[in-house]
């Protein structure tokens, strides 16, 4: 008898009725015109770029792990990537992330510990990443705009990202120098979420305990990190100069941070490839730029999702097929599984 999983299917269904919302909203006859508009050469150049933001995240993987004594080839942690990506797109909780534990740990006899701690942080530093990208596009932004007042909004937007990031910094040296008080933290928490959040915290403080001893290390991962969502934000430019032929250089600052801010949204998706979330977010700002006409902001945003689904759709499944297929996706659920087979 098959078991049917009731959160699943209903946050599933919902991003199927969010999927038809958002394709009558957009017109599909302009989403195909758009697509169509960026031209060959802007579509290769969009495949070279996502290529490269592919290479680039792979390199930040290799350095996590060697902060933690693992040293692999560059190549061997490529199909890893690709298939935890593409499977992210469509499921929920970012359960792709499994299967580059679990290929980890066939293919190159590396820790479950290891690559968890090493996918914790790799959040963490997105975030980072996220944080500074924003916090350099408002700089550009404010010169934009004509008036004092909105200036002056900017600047103090600036001054928030600021605070937030140093809250962030001040966060981890509170974990890093009194763990025992996170932990008395986390007692508070029910008990279905107790164990897991205990879990991923103990990654947390591996992963930053290994970075801490090696700053060149933690260096290098937060600049691999910013220059992810700096080529992101180009690849949708890319795309906006298809949908509004008049924007700018006035207006790449606009997307972006339009770019990152939705991003954010797939570190911890609400639906199935954060689907919606991205698509307004990104609206929500691209509203705002200079030269902005229209309503089609959201066309930008799924479009973007189209190239990308596209690129990881083809690369990602060869890349599943060669890492074991319907092996890997079986278990990519299973963390309680993962812990039983190692001692972490």
Partial sequence: MIKINKTSTFLYLATLIVLIFILIFINPTNLIDSFFDIG????ALLLLLYLFDLLIRTYRWKLLLIAQGTHLRLSSLVLPVCSALAINLFTIARAGETIRIISLKRNNDV???DSISSIVIEQVLSIIGLLIVVTGSLFFISFSF???ESSEIIGQLIL???LVSGGVLLVIGIILMKPDFVYKLLEFFPEFLRDKLKSAFEALIRGLTDLRTQPSLLFQA???STAIWIVEGVMMYIIALSVYPLFNLVDLPWVIAASCVGNITFIIPILPGALGQ??????AVLINAPHYAGTDAALVAFIDRVVKSIILG??????TLQLGGSELLRYRRDYSSLRKSEKL
């Fill in 40 to 43: 060959f050469w802007g579509i």
């Fill in 111 to 113: 820790k479950y510990s």
């Fill in 146 to 148: 004509q008036t004092v």
């Fill in 160 to 162: 928030l990202l600021f």
């Fill in 222 to 224: 937060i600049i691999t």
């Fill in 278 to 283: 991205y698509e307004v977010v990104i609206m």
């Fill in 314 to 319: 083809i690369l990602g499944g060869y890349a």
